[in-house]
């Protein structure tokens, strides 16, 4: 466990040096049940909430020794990260070899100090969805809270300004338009997870529906 950690994060600090991109073979990568996209679907509950920047802000709190509420200006002031993952949806598209910048969730949780308490995520967009993951879910090297895609500012269907990524679980835990994130010591279910999808959301094991 420990030591599984210690390896998340020494990968994902050869990423910051970037000394380290590994070369991602194509075999394998499709999850079973999917089929491979290169259009970049627009998933979610229809609202798209435009956020000035300005008036963006995002609070990380709850289970934590240092809780923050970031604005933009403090956010992209933060070391800035560059990665390439693949994306699954739980209606079956995956998109392969996605570009996203913006700042590693190691970041995040080195600047927040999540307390021995900390279990559990919870996350809320500015459309007002939830989701949630364990913490250990998004202390990998391959997690972030995304503003850019292939260079470009992530656009507003897309989630931006903000969003997270996490590659390895379907996309609808990563919450677009993202706006806070809450550290819990217990587990709370969030907008899809109470409609019947997965908890756990493992695409390698089709873990689609709870
Ligand atoms: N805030 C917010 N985040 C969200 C959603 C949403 O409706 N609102 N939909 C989720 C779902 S179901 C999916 S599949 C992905 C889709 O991301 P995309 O529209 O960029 O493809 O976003 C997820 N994050
Ligand atoms: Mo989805």
Redesign the pocket.
Known sequence: MKEDYVRRKERWAKKMSGKERPARPNAGRLPPGQHEVSN????????HPEIPLGEWSLKIHGEVENPVTLDWEQFMALPQFRDVSD?H???TWSQFDMEFSGVAFFTLADLVKPKPSATHLF?????????NTPLDACMDDDVMIAHAWNGQPLPL???GPA??IIPKL?????????REIHFRDHDELG??EQRGYSNSADPFTEDRFA
Do not use: Q, S
């Not at 996350?123 to 989701?131: A, K, L």
């Open positions: 970049f679907p627009v998933l979610d509950l229809g609202v994306f949806c739980v209606t996350f809320t967009g500015y459309d007002d969805y939830t989701t269907e897309h989630g969003r997270m379907y996309a609808w835990k990563g919450a677009k338009f993202i907008f899809w």
